[in-house]
């Protein structure tokens, strides 16, 4: 299928499934915080709730959260699962790259059926993590390649909840540094073990598509779902891997 089409008519499913998972994460990323509270003193009047979010109380509830349901020990389908019965009950769950990931995977691959009927041809759906020291998770989906040719995906689309990213691959490492200064600049940093960093003047967090190696973790392919055991790095940037 051309490039171009295929792009056309999945690009608005994955904001689909985008939206959706940050629905069902509505206490956001518990890696993600804003050290300087003066911050977000705007949002006390305009935004109280936002402004809540973001308080010392509520950096500290999300962290409790994430931990409890990271303690649950689920397997990415159950996280997606547990994840849309709370919503339902009026639960709210906070949520990293992770889980983001999780959910948007799970929901593009019930929805794989629709969206291989709108573009005509069979479609590949990933889960992928940068290995440290990116330590990022996202979901592509993307077409088999020729037999034989080397490479995993082709017509590979971005879908990173977590950054609030929808893109082509060929896009991808400009949206994630427009958005890593986007953040820079409104005073959030984010968490690494128990340091913090700037996401846009930490070479890492700003290149990471440049300098992530990735890992293949779940794949939905041919009515089939797997998780992937594989300790094999690829790269986003290569060419012959990913197009």
Not at 165 to 189: D, F, Q
Not at 226 to 236: C, E, F, M, V
Request: glycine share 6%.
């Amino acid at each position: 299928m051309d490039s171009k089409q295929f792009q056309k008519l999945l690009l608005p499913k994955l904001r689909e499934a985008m939206l959706y998972t940050r629905s069902r994460i509505p206490m956001k990323s518990a890696n993600k915080f804003y050290p300087d509270k003066r911050m977000i003193d705007g949002l006390m009047m305009t935004n109280p709730d936002k402004y809540r979010m973001h308080s010392l109380g509520g950096d500290r509830d999300r962290s409790l959260n994430l931990a409890a349901n990271r303690k649950l020990k689920l397997a990415p389908q159950q996280v997606y699962r547990k994840y849309e019965q709370d919503h339902r009950n009026g639960i709210r769950n906070a949520g990293n790259c992770g889980e983001n990931a999780m959910i948007a995977f799970w929901y593009l691959t019930e929805h794989i059926r629709e969206l291989e009927k709108l573009v005509k041809t069979p479609i590949k759906i990933l889960t992928i993590f940068l290995k440290h020291p990116v330590d990022h998770s996202l979901v592509l989906v993307g077409t088999e390649p020729p037999r034989g040719s080397g490479k995993i995906m082709e017509n590979t689309l971005i879908c990173d909840p977590w950054g609030k990213i929808v893109c082509p691959l060929a896009h991808y490492s400009l949206e994630w540094k427009m958005k890593m200064n986007k953040w820079s600049n409104r005073g959030l940093k984010g968490k690494c073990g128990r340091g913090t960093y700037d996401p846009f003047y930490d070479q890492c967090s700003r290149e990471s598509v440049r300098v992530g190696r990735l890992l293949i973790s779940e794949q939905t392919y041919s009515g089939k779902t797997q998780r992937i055991k594989d300790t094999k790095t690829y790269s986003l940037i290569n060419k012959n891997e990913f197009s």
